[in-house]
């Protein structure tokens, strides 16, 4: 039989504003959150330093002033690795990048034990300096980018058309945000925990119009460290594990927007990834128990919810606003507190997602603990969702 | 079908790169006029120009001029920007969906409030340094 993946064990570090100012007299470094990152995790995993034999990191940003990070802390670890070390980059689907590495690792015969870390330090830099950067990743940087097009002035648009087409309001959209919130203050590893309400959504800045500050993701760092295993060595450890149940990828050869008009809020690349992970598991969107996305807005959330299938097209914002997506009710979506309140060290997003989908799967997941469940996906995105990486879990008790 | 221009006394906050290809359209935007490419083996029209059609990979490209009248797909207003378009935000963006089957984003020069499938033209705006294509609401 071929070799089967499971996420064994993980460590993290609450989302937050870790990163120092340059001037500050005593600095925080990367290298030394990471380091006890990885110690704890292997620890709650319960495999030995010797059996890592592949180490995949998400690059980390440019402020961090260790270059080569990922070599570099395996020297600090003394990890010796027969299977690949390695750094990825893919925006905001590094992490979901990285998961899937250190899975193929697996896969592969490479490694019967590899790790999926990183480490995302920014919040020193202003937004609007880390702008000046970000405006490059969207669109086209002689078309677009002189326009003044930032990252989530393209999600905006999206909910521009949403609201038009769909007849949702602003108050639909801060619905997620408010579930989001409430969902965050039973996570301690989130960023924002203080319950707020649909009209403090409403009332705060707008930041790209129709979103205002709660509908879009804060700025945070995060340190991140999955260990995954052959199911062999899982079903070793004698404790519950979660295994990789399928994966679906597609990228519609697309960079934020079509040369032709097209259906821009379908999201088609997490549908049809979505869809092919869902063959590959033999499961259906009615399967599912959580949904642990990548949503950097309250509008992605929304669409994401209905390209997946687990809400009806043009049926996302009601059914948020409904409470279905909400713990304890028909599918609880981020039940981390998704992006915009567990936060969104945006390098290393999708770890935390799979952070929540071990907890959840297992049944470690404390206050915010979905009663019996057993299947769960998540999601990584490019652009405006233009390439989606799904991933399909189940709790082995 | 010459567009309407708007001047602006300063230099442009995040100055595009000319290639010797792209050096048409940035010529013609000067005079007025929104060209780009259409490939001579499959007909596709595309925006921005490119070197190879996206399509089918050919390389044999006409300039076109293919009409500057659409509709707002859609669109939003940056009011947290980027350092070098702090002192212009908020300011308003958009997808625009051409009369000729094109789809393009750029921004859009209005005062007034705008709604998805508008009627809007192509315009550009000249800086002392350069040009920036852009689109505004027009009379349906």
Known sequence: ?397 | MKLFSIHRDNNHPYPPRVTAFTKPFWDALGKGQFLTTRCKNCQAQTFPPKVTCPHCWSSDLDWVEPGISGKLYSWTRVHAAPAVFVDIAPYALGIVDLDCGIRLACPIVTDQTLQCDIPVELISIEYRDGYQLAARPVAS
């Open chain 1, 1 to 397: 039989m071929a070799n089967r993946v499971a996420l064994i064990g993980a460590s993290a570090i609450p989302v937050g504003k870790h990163q120092t100012q340059e001037e500050d007299s005593i600095q925080v470094v990367e290298h030394e959150i990471m380091a006890k990152v990885v110690r704890d995790a292997m620890a709650e995993a319960g495999v030995t330093k010797e059996e890592i034999q592949s180490a995949i990191f998400t690059t980390p940003r440019p402020y961090t002033k260790q270059y080569y990070f990922h070599t570099f802390l395996t020297s600090h670890l003394k990890l010796r690795c027969t299977g690949n070390v390695m750094e990825v980059m893919g925006n905001g689907m590094t992490g979901s990048l990285a998961f899937d590495q250190a899975a193929n690792e697996i896969l592969l015969g490479r490694a019967k034990v590899s790790l999926a870390l990183g480490i995302n330090m920014e919040s020193a830099t202003a937004a609007y300096r880390h702008m000046m950067t970000s405006m490059r990743t969207t669109g086209d940087v002689d078309f677009h980018s002189p326009a003044g097009f930032t990252p989530i002035s393209w999600y905006a648009m999206d909910a521009t058309r949403y609201m038009h087409e769909h007849g949702a309001t602003r108050e639909d959209l801060a619905a997620v945000a408010v579930k989001n919130r409430y969902h965050a203050s039973l996570n301690p590893l989130a960023q924002y925990r203080k319950h707020i309400d649909i009209e403090s959504v409403i009332a705060q800045r707008p930041i790209v119009e129709p979103l205002g500050l709660y509908d879009v993701p804060p700025r945070g760092d995060g340190a991140v460290c999955l260990v995954l295993a052959s199911e062999e060595v899982a079903r070793s450890l004698g404790k519950p594990y979660v295994l990789l149940r399928g994966r679906g990828f597609y990228h519609e050869g697309l960079h934020q927007i079509d040369d032709a008009p097209n259906d821009m809020i379908s999201f088609q690349a997490a549908a049809k990834a979505s869809a092919a992970a869902y063959e590959s598991a033999k499961l259906t969107p009615d399967d599912m128990d959580i949904a642990e996305f990548y949503a950097p807005c309250t509008i992605v959330e929304i669409l994401v919810s209905e390209a997946l299938g687990l809400v009806k097209r043009g049926h996302g914002a009601k059914a948020a606003r409904a409470g279905e997506t909400t713990l304890g009710n028909r599918i609880p979506i981020s039940t981390s507190g998704g992006l915009t309140s567990r936060g969104h060290p945006a390098l290393v997003t999708s770890l935390y997602n799979y952070v929540e989908i071990l907890e959840q799967l297992r049944g470690t997941a404390g206050d915010r603990q979905v009663k019996n469940a057993r299947l769960g996906i998540t999601t990584g995105e490019l652009g405006n969702y233009n390439a989606a990486l799904i991933h399909i879990f189940e709790g082995m008790q």
